[in-house]
């Protein structure tokens, strides 16, 4: 398939399963079901923001092409950014976030780092792992602007939703480039159901544990 049309067909299969993921935070908030300590919550943002920082970092060295290589160091960059930006309001909340240690990587990220391609690399972290985030953000702002936080609000909206979209579309680009031969179509379609998969069961997971499916993401 033409890569332009093929990102774009894989656009709409993405959406399609990523809809359960979203709409499970959706349902949490229309239910008054948005429970889930805040500050707990936001811990959730640090193991992410951390481990997505990780994820691109270990992908810059053995990624060749110079072009996918510099959007993971400028990936890897921006999330450290979220990380402190959510390490900050965790501060002012009272949480001291000098004491935090990362987890250990869930099923999630294990998968992830054993990617051996670009194409799954690209498919997998900037435009699948974003895009979940993106949605899942959206959903968490909401919960916090129904609780009068908006120093959160604030964060998520003026920082790392627009960076989360950037790398999202960085992501559409750089697959546009680089997925043009079928099979190379058929392992980022493939990649890009597995991480949903992934992610659906591990987020009701976490849901579990946390009270809530509104949560966020990286
Ligand atoms: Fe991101
Ligand atoms: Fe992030």
Request: proline share 5%; with cysteine; aromatic share 6%.
């Amino acid at each position: 398939m033409e890569p332009t049309a093929f990102v774009q067909v894989l656009e709409a299969f993405k959406a399609e399963r990523l809809a359960p993921i979203v709409g499970a935070g959706q349902t949490a908030l229309a239910e008054g079901a948005g429970g889930g300590d805040p500050t707990e919550l936001l811990r959730v943002a640090l193991v992410n923001e951390i481990s997505v920082a990780e994820l691109a970092a270990v992908w810059i060295p053995r990624t060749p092409e110079v072009d996918v290589k510099i959007a993971f160091a400028r990936q890897a960059g921006d999330e450290a950014g979220h990380f402190q930006l959510v390490a900050q309001r965790l501060a002012a909340l009272g949480f001291d976030a000098a004491a935090f240690v990362p987890p250990p990587d869930n099923a999630l990220f294990a998968y992830l780092k054993g990617l051996e391609t670009t194409v799954e690399r690209i498919a997998a972290g900037l435009v699948t792992l974003e895009s979940i985030a993106y949605g899942v953000n959206e959903n968490f702002m909401a919960l916090c602007a129904s609780r009068g936080d908006d120093a959160t609000v604030r964060i998520y909206r003026d920082y790392i939703q627009p960076d989360e979209r950037a790398h999202q579309q960085l992501g559409q680009s750089l697959l546009a480039k680089y997925a043009t031969t079928p099979d190379s179509q058929t392992l980022a379609r493939a990649t890009v159901a597995r991480v949903l998969e992934i992610a659906t069961a591990a987020r009701a997971q976490a849901a579990a544990k946390l009270g809530t499916a509104c949560f966020p993401g990286c």
